[in-house]
């Protein structure tokens, strides 16, 4: 016998959905997009706290236990920040992924909720990004009883979500191997691009604020710690992107001839600003920290490679909507 549900997800892409509302929409995209830099932002936090404050604490002095005792308890609060909005998003992802299959002017019942979440690979995606958050919010709890396992739980909840992304996008109709890869992109942009952020927004203003007369010089050790944690997570980001790219669109032609390669190829411009911006702080700023003059110089080349950076993530969440060439061609076939 066919259930409610499954009859309404058997019709969900035939039904006539409303015209002012799609996953194109500007408020889903910015949903998408929001949800987007959070995690981006949650991995960069893991990243600064697995990654480069172990470094960071390697070559601390005894005037710099303050420092680094500071830059873990905001490291833990932005990530229980970060995974409430995680959250709201989520949960707002909800109600936008049924507006735009069953048109808002639907109201909710429990077949069409049914068809969503227990019946679609989108469901599946959204519940495994649910579940990771809770996880996630136990883990910044346990953290703050002083648990060592509350960063393990907040470690894998962050790499369910971003596995959780890449099953609700292109690569979600693909192959494992498409999921994987877009898994590993995920991963790459916020080590990069996150980490930067929680550099910028988290380390290096605790730092000026509890480092001393040495917080300069405590800022020119922090980036370096940081910057061999940043090149590899780009050069992750770099190849992914080039192995998903070419799969989605096929052809260089594809680029330009294609919506999905003109929105791609934007946000390869805004990714090469970011990209020439950290090439520029990495060899023009880096050698020269250690005074009040460097750091600010810092703060301000490093911000625009930040914006840049998100720029990047808000066109990545129009690209999501963006028909593949091989859906459009699909979608031509009678």
């Known amino acids: 016998m066919i259930t409610p549900a499954v009859a309404a997800f058997a019709t969900l ?11 194109e929409s500007p408020v889903y995209v910015m949903i998408r997009a929001v949800l987007s830099i959070a995690l981006v932002g949650l991995l960069g936090i893991l990243a600064l706290h697995l990654l ?10 005894t005037s710099e236990v303050a420092t680094v005792g500071a830059l873990d308890r905001a490291v833990r609060w932005w990530a229980a920040t970060l995974l409430w909005i995680i959250g709201a998003a989520t949960v707002a992802r909800l109600i936008a ?30 519940w495994l990004a649910l579940g990771a958050t809770v996880v996630g919010l136990w883990g910044t709890h ?31 109709a693909a192959t494992t191997v498409a999921m994987t890869v877009h898994t590993l992109h995920v991963l790459g942009a916020g080590g990069w691009i996150g980490s930067l952020a929680a550099l910028m927004i988290v380390a290096v203003p605790a730092v000026l604020q509890f480092g001393g007369e040495e917080r300069h010089r405590h800022v020119a050790d922090l980036v370096r710690a940081f910057s061999p944690t940043a090149l590899g997570f780009a050069g992750l980001l770099v190849v992914t992107g080039a192995i998903a790219a070419w799969r989605n669109i096929g052809s260089v032609a594809g680029l ?79």
């Open 97 to 126: 992924q049924h507006a735009a299959f069953f048109g808002t002017n639907e109201v909710w019942t429990r077949s069409s909720l049914s068809a969503l979440l227990l019946h679609s690979g989108w469901g599946r995606a959204w």
């Open 256 to 334: 330009w001839q294609e919506p999905y390669g003109q929105v791609l190829l934007a946000k390869l411009a805004l990714l090469s600003v970011a990209a020439g911006t950290g090439a520029y702080n990495w060899k023009g700023v880096l050698p020269y920290l250690g005074s009040a003059t460097a750091t600010a110089r810092l703060r301000k080349s490093a911000m625009l490679e930040l914006a840049a950076a998100i720029a990047v993530l808000v066109v990545t969440a129009v690209l999501v909507a963006t028909p593949m060439p091989s859906e459009m061609l699909d979608a031509m076939v009678p």
């Open 52 to 61: 480069v404050l172990p470094r960071f604490a390697r070559r601390a002095a």
């Open 142 to 172: 346990r953290i703050s009883r002083a648990r060592a396992h509350g960063w393990t739980a907040l470690t894998t909840a962050a790499l369910a979500l971003a596995a959780s992304v890449a099953m609700s996008g292109h690569a979600a």
């Open 13 to 23: 892409r035939q039904m006539p959905t409303d015209s002012a509302f799609g996953v």
